[in-house]
Nanobody
Framework: QVQLVESGGGLVQAGGSLRLSCVASGRTISSYAMGWFRQAPGKEREFVGITWSGGLTSYSDSVKGRFTISRDNAKNTVYLQMNSLKPEDTAVYHC??????????????????WGQGTQVTVSS
């Protein structure tokens, strides 16, 4: 199995930036797509973005232009750089592994392994 550990969350003012990290262990993730999701209390888990094995990315419209996903396969790590943060970005952010090759990457149920999440709080 793959174990995922997110870090880098915290409290930031609106307009600020945070960089989240997701370190994988147990197996290499170099051939996997890695997604980021977020979940606020009482809300459904929401797709944020994904990085494919070749480094290409796709994002939710709500974060496009503000967030950037990158990966360092040598470190078995995926990053989420968050700029121009807004209060509505407040959530627990999770990374996840998608080990199949379907195109349904915006569905949380398509991901096989999940990290415990890291809290991001954006104040106004």
């Amino acid at each position: 199995q793959v174990q995922l550990v997110e870090s880098g969350g915290g409290l930031v003012q609106a307009g600020g930036s945070l960089r989240l990290s997701c370190v994988a262990s147990g197996r290499t993730i170099s051939s996997y797509a890695m997604g980021w999701f977020r979940q606020a209390p009482g809300k459904e888990r929401e797709f944020v973005g994904i990085t494919w094995s070749g480094g290409l990315t796709s994002y939710s419209d709500s974060v496009k232009g503000r967030f950037t996903i990158s990966r360092d396969n040598a470190k078995n790590t995926v990053y989420l750089q968050m700029n121009s943060l807004k209060p509505e970005d407040t959530a627990v952010y999770h990374c996840a592994v998608k080990s199949d090759y379907s195109g349904t990457y915006r569905w949380a149920s398509e991901y096989q392994y999940w990290g415990q999440g890291t809290q991001v709080t954006v104040s106004s």
